[in-house]
């Protein structure tokens, strides 16, 4: 009972911090130049590449699909919350469009907004339209600060939710019956893999209830995340860079606080080899656990979350670059089977990175809160 309320706490403290910093460093480096046209079809392979290399950055909306008959863009918009030269400013993404000049421009109160490769910019003072150099870089025009709620901070926040709502139900659950029932029965397990699996046998018997609710909020982050990955929403939080340097600086943290004196002994001024050795050791030590181990950490989710969304969508996109080749109903069958196939492993994929961010986590705990025996 008591593990679960800590959960809870971790959840919320996680969910804020997170979208605090996909707000700051949205990954939208190569959107599209003049902003999507409504109604072009993508049906050669440099747009495919644009399409999917769009999918895997964030975004300030939901773009589902494109009615190419009428050119309507399908979707929802998302709140935009940014800091200017004039105060805050809260719209919505809709409101985004096109001007006479085939810009994106929004005047909220004398201050023009654009959106430039999915980055919002303030347009200076006297300005009517964006200039571009020779890089397709604005040079009348420079960032605000983001506070928005994009497609990864919903995902985030939707993710928190039902992390919420879950554990609670296992809470209460608990309170009426040592055998939880309902759909607590599901978490039951997966709470029970996470204490006797991951956490007993890399950080001890004695201090691992420590750091289980840690353990628990960051596996059912990133397995919800990544389950929400898979679905036609398009999400891809796990896939930005961003999220998975916060929860790699979690760990660290972590870590490093909660090390015992034998940790830093060790680290620090390592028993024994030649004292001429020992400050070098202790730098290199000193870079592994601050630099190596976090980066390793943060790069393997976000390379095999990324990988296996563009591999989904590269064999989905097969229906059209095999189209005159094969024909259109050979090009869409093998296209949907092996598309299928691979979604099939994906799922796989969502809890194996979801445990191995863990599992790594709770080893590298473990070295840090180890005692070490004295001879």
Same mark, same amino acid.
């Given at each position: 009972?008591?593990?679960?309320?800590?959960?809870?706490?971790?959840?919320?403290?996680?969910?804020?911090?997170?979208?605090?910093? !996909?707000s700051f460093a949205n990954s939208g480096e190569h959107d599209n130049q003049h902003q999507e046209e409504g109604g072009n079809k993508v049906d050669t392979p440099d747009e495919i590449k644009a399409y999917i290399a769009h999918h895997l950055q964030d975004s300030h909306d939901f773009h589902l699909y494109t009615n190419n008959e009428t050119g309507a863009n399908i979707g929802f918009p998302l709140p935009v919350i940014v800091w200017t030269s004039g105060g805050l400013k809260v719209f919505m993404s809709s409101e985004f469009h096109h001007d006479d000049n085939g810009q994106v421009i929004v005047n909220k109160d004398g201050?023009?907004?654009?959106?430039? /490769?999915?980055?919002?910019?303030?347009?200076? !003072?006297?300005?009517? &339209?964006?200039? $571009?150099?020779? /890089? /397709?870089?604005?040079?009348?025009? /420079?960032?605000?600060?983001?506070?928005?709620?994009?497609?990864?901070?919903?995902?985030? @926040? =939707?993710t928190g939710i039902l992390?919420?709502?879950? #554990?609670?139900?296992? &809470?209460?659950?608990y309170k009426k019956s040592a055998i939880p029932t309902g759909f607590s029965r599901v978490l039951e397990p997966l709470v029970i893999y996470v204490r006797d699996?991951?956490?007993?046998?890399?950080?001890?018997?004695?201090?691992? %209830?420590?750091?289980?609710?840690?353990?628990?909020?960051? $596996?059912? $982050?990133?397995?919800?995340?990544? @389950? =929400?990955?898979?679905?036609?929403?398009?999400?891809?939080v796990t896939g930005q860079i961003a999220v998975t340097a916060c929860l790699a600086i979690f760990t660290v943290v972590i870590y490093m606080f909660?090390?015992?004196?034998? #940790?830093?002994?060790?680290?620090?001024?390592m028993p024994g080899v030649p004292?001429?050795? %020992?400050?070098?050791?202790?730098?290199?030590? =000193?870079?592994?656990?601050?630099?190596?181990?976090?980066?390793?950490?943060?790069? %393997?989710? #976000? &390379?095999?979350?990324?990988?296996?969304?563009?591999?989904?969508? !590269? =064999?989905?996109?097969?229906?059209?670059?095999?189209?005159?080749?094969?024909?259109?109903v050979t090009s869409t069958g093998m296209s949907l089977i092996l598309s299928l196939f691979i979604m099939v492993i994906e799922i796989l994929v969502a809890?194996?990175? &979801?445990?191995?961010?863990?599992?790594? !986590?709770?080893?590298?705990?473990?070295?840090?809160?180890?005692e070490h025996d004295h001879h």
């Open positions: 009972m008591m593990l679960v309320k800590q959960t809870t706490k971790f959840i919320a403290i996680l969910v804020l911090l997170m979208t605090s910093v !996909s201050v023009l907004l654009t959106k430039i /490769h999915s980055k919002i910019y303030e347009l200076e !003072s006297g300005a009517e &339209a964006v200039v $571009f150099d020779d /890089h /397709h870089h604005a040079e009348n025009a /420079h960032k605000v600060l983001d506070f928005s709620i994009t497609k990864s901070v919903f995902g985030m @926040l =939707l992390m919420l709502l879950g #554990f609670v139900a296992l &809470a209460k659950g699996e991951i956490a007993r046998p890399n950080i001890g018997e004695k201090k691992y %209830r420590k750091f289980m609710s840690f353990l628990l909020t960051v $596996f059912f $982050f990133i397995w919800i995340l990544n @389950l =929400l990955g898979l679905t036609p929403l398009g999400f891809n909660s090390g015992t004196k034998d #940790f830093w002994a060790h680290t620090l001024w004292v001429v050795l %020992r400050p070098i050791l202790a730098v290199i030590e =000193l870079i592994g656990f601050v630099v190596i181990k976090p980066f390793s950490l943060l790069i %393997r989710l #976000f &390379a095999n979350i990324t990988a296996g969304h563009f591999v989904v969508m !590269s =064999l989905i996109a097969l229906m059209i670059t095999m189209k005159q080749a094969f024909g259109p809890f194996l990175q &979801a445990f191995i961010f863990t599992m790594l !986590s709770s080893l590298f705990i473990g070295m840090a809160v180890e």
